[in-house]
């Protein structure tokens, strides 16, 4: 694992830094409140001023408890949450949050060998991730296209498969009447497929399509997909709606369900 405090974002020199004069002059970007969460005041400073610069307005806490107040106190629409915090970690962090039903989309900050920390998080409900050292710019992209994906077009269709109804308008899915939970990249997912059904995706066409990713880690779609299956089918051992398709990837199998 990669040393705490030898971490760093790729600091940008020159042209590469933002001005006031840059300040949501990013094309499509969608202005909202970000939380970002890093005990290292560098990371911090350098990521507030890209995000500021690029329209937002931004929160810091630098450790897990002033992270957990900051996001009861006024709800952000974005975190950026760096797992390796002391005392409460990043983890627990992304536990206590989605155990009080806040569902901000949530960009964890991992180093590069922590995978099984990074794929924990995606378990409990993280939407994204990126690796130090990076780009403060790749960074505010990321905030971007995942914000962009939560302001879906007001006349969207709702989509219904039997019990299954999404509405991305509006931003929620139910089955049998009840609503479901979901983080904003499983909802995401979720409408995705469920909007080309009988359609089979490659994880890489799923991390394009649904992630905005032109690379990325494959285990990210396999862990959401996990996630929305314990959601969606009866028996998330033997999926139903949601197939597997051996050496390719996964497949909307719509009115497969009893009663579908």
Do not use: N
């Amino acid at each position: 694992m990669i040393g705490k405090h030898f971490v760093r974002p790729v600091l940008p020199t020159g042209d590469e830094a933002p001005t006031a004069g840059t300040r949501g002059a990013s094309v499509g970007f969608v202005c909202a409140h970000v939380l970002v969460v890093d005990d290292d005041a560098t990371v911090r400073d350098v990521v507030a001023r890209y995000l500021g610069a690029a329209g937002h307005d931004v929160e810091l806490a630098l450790d897990g408890p002033g992270a957990l107040r900051a996001a009861r106190t006024t709800p952000p629409d974005v975190v950026v949450l760096d797992l390796m915090l002391p005392g409460l970690g990043g983890l627990e962090v992304c536990r206590a949050l989605r155990a009080d039903g806040d569902r901000p989309p949530i960009i964890m900050l991992t180093a590069l060998g922590e995978e099984d920390d990074r794929l924990l998080g995606l378990e409990l409900g993280a939407d994204d991730y990126v690796t130090k050292p990076f780009s403060p710019r790749e960074l505010v992209l990321r905030v971007g296209s995942i914000l962009r994906r939560t302001a879906a077009p007001a006349t969207a269709p709702e989509l219904v498969d039997g019990g299954l109804r999404v509405d991305p308008a509006a931003r929620v899915a139910s089955l049998d009447g009840q609503p479901l939970a979901l983080t904003t990249r499983e909802f995401d997912l979720l409408a995705f497929l469920l909007a080309h059904p009988g359609q089979a995706f490659t994880r890489e066409e799923l991390l394009s399509r649904v992630w905005g990713w032109e690379f990325g880690d494959r285990s990210t779609v396999t862990v959401h997909v996990r996630r929305l299956r314990e959601k969606v089918e009866s028996d998330p051992t033997a999926p139903r709606r949601i197939a597997t398709i051996w050496g390719t990837g996964y497949r909307y199998d719509r009115g497969t369900t009893p009663g579908g």
